[in-house]
């Protein structure tokens, strides 16, 4: 059972990073009990966030802003999720900071500014020049070379399908202008 186990959840992983290079239109994997092995379960933004491995300081974040139970919700949204690898651009310090309990408050206004209250694929974002965030300001959209910015982030993932939503990856974090 272990070593099934182990091997889905490294099929999940492997079909993860699939999706977050940018393979359009699939689905993150989840066995239910009593299934088989080739049934694929779409589940929720923040599970395909925790499942994919490439989302740990973006779920960490949610946590402290308190909106894991607002993205487990019913949606639809669009979430343009930064990768760990994108948090890793932020200014040093700058992640600790937002992370203490006292910034809360503006840790979820920049995590807000980070999904659209509609579910869109990125053939749809890809149409737009902007679009209003949770958060109540709007994000500029730009294709400039063949890639799908949002403000001066590249959307690097597309289309990871959830039940609530849709994900696209960021390759940095977006800040809204205060």
Do not use: W
């Not at 982030?153 to 994900?167: F, L, M, Q, Y």
């Amino acid at each position: 059972m272990r070593h099934f186990k182990s091997l889905l959840t490294l099929t999940t992983c492997i079909g993860l990073l699939t999706l977050g290079t940018g393979a359009a239109q699939a689905q993150s994997n989840k066995s239910t009990p009593g299934s088989t092995k080739d049934e694929k379960k779409v589940v929720d933004i923040v599970e395909t966030a925790i499942e994919s491995g490439k989302f740990k300081t973006l779920v960490t974040a949610l946590k402290a802003a308190d909106l894991v139970k607002t993205l487990k919700g019913k949606g639809p949204f669009t979430v343009f999720a930064p990768s760990d690898e994108a948090f890793t651009k932020l200014p040093d310090g700058v992640l600790d900071e937002l992370l203490k309990p006292e910034n809360q408050k503006k840790l979820a206004g920049i995590l807000t500014y980070h999904v659209v209250p509609q579910s869109l694929m990125a053939s749809d974002v890809s149409k737009l020049k902007k679009i209003k965030t949770v958060q109540g300001t709007e994000v500029m959209i730009e294709v400039k070379d063949g890639k799908v910015l949002v403000n001066k982030s590249t959307i690097v993932g597309t289309d990871i399908k959830c039940t609530n939503g849709v994900i696209h990856v960021v390759d940095a974090v977006l800040i809204p202008k205060e």
